[in-house]
C-alpha cells in the first residue's frame, strides 16, 4: 500500500525533473565546460546505444544501456557500460573521452601519469643514510620492548 505522502514526494520529482539518474544538472554543466575546452563538440560525436554484456544478467544482456561513443576529430571510441543507467552511462562516456583527449594533449603533465609518478618514487630504494637511519631506529624500539620484559613473582 502506497501513502499519500509517497505520492506527492514521487509526483514532486517528476515535477522537478529528477529521472533517478545519480548525475545532477551541476555535474552536466561542468562537463560540458571541460569538453569546450578541450574543443569536443557534440556534433563530432556519433553515440550509439548498445546491449551490454558480462555480468549482470537479464537486465544488461536485454537492455540497450551500454553507451558508444566515436569522437570522429581524433577516432577515438569509447565504450561505457560502468551502470544500468543509460542517462548515467552517457555522462560517463563523456567523461572517459575527456580524459583520453586531456592525456592526449596534456601528455607528461597527465593525471595518470602524476599517479604513476608517484607510485615510482614511492618504490625506489631509500638512500644509505635514510637506510641506517630507519634500522637505527628499529634497534632503539626492538631495545625498548626488551626492557618490557614480564614481571615475575619476585619482582
Not at 581524433?74 to 580524459?99: F, G, M, P, V
Not at 583527449?101 to 614511492?122: M, N, T
Request: proline residues 1%; contains cysteine.
Amino acid at each position: 500500500m502506497i501513502t499519500t505522502s509517497a505520492l506527492k514526494s514521487i509526483a514532486k520529482r517528476k515535477i522537478n525533473g529528477y529521472d533517478g539518474s545519480m548525475i545532477t544538472e551541476e555535474k552536466w554543466e561542468k562537463l560540458r565546460a571541460r569538453m569546450k575546452a578541450l574543443g569536443i563538440l557534440e556534433q563530432d560525436l556519433d553515440e550509439h546505444f548498445i546491449r551490454g554484456s558480462g555480468s549482470g544478467g537479464q537486465k544488461i544482456n536485454k537492455t540497450s544501456s551500454c553507451v558508444q561513443l566515436v569522437h570522429h576529430p581524433e577516432s577515438i571510441e569509447i565504450r561505457c557500460q560502468k551502470t544500468r543507467s543509460q542517462a548515467d552511462n552517457r555522462y560517463w562516456a563523456r567523461h572517459d573521452l575527456c580524459e583520453r583527449i586531456e592525456e592526449k594533449v596534456l601528455g607528461e603533465e597527465s593525471a595518470k601519469r602524476r599517479a604513476e609518478e608517484k607510485i615510482r618514487r614511492q618504490k625506489r630504494r631509500r638512500s644509505r643514510r635514510a637506510k641506517a637511519k630507519m634500522l637505527n631506529e628499529k634497534s632503539k624500539q626492538g631495545e625498548k620492548k626488551k626492557l618490557r620484559g614480564r614481571v615475575g613473582p619476585d619482582e
